[in-house]
């Protein structure tokens, strides 16, 4: 239990670093933190018009920490090495999932293709 905590105070800093919108160049974009504490749901939604051309709604980052107390990147649309910033929060490698094969584990995908 005390693990699963450090990783949400963790993951929630982490996040809490990466919202970048509004700037000058973008200043109608806007970067939402959204936390679902129950479900340990973290994401940054950046939404807004890119300059007045068009709509932009997206998830810019989507992280979960399970019950098995697992740190899941579900999403990473940046350039930015979100799985370096883990580790420099002493999240230990072993317990940090990519969300595709979580979703999908290796044995699963490997027998619809055959």
Do not use: C
């Amino acid at each position: 239990m005390e693990k699963l905590v450090k990783y949400k105070k963790a993951v929630e800093k982490i996040l809490e670093k990466q919202i970048g919108f509004p700037t000058a160049y973008y200043p109608n974009l806007k970067d939402l933190l959204v936390i679902d504490k129950t479900k340990r749901h973290f994401m940054i939604i950046t939404f807004g018009w890119d300059n007045e051309k068009e709509y932009v709604n997206e998830i810019k980052f989507h992280i979960e920490v399970n019950n098995k107390e697992k740190v899941i990147i579900h999403e990473n649309i940046t350039d930015i090495e979100i799985l370096d910033l883990l580790l420099d929060k002493k999240i230990a490698e072993n317990d940090i999932l990519d969300g595709l094969e979580e979703t999908f584990p290796k044995e699963k995908v490997n027998s619809k293709a055959a």
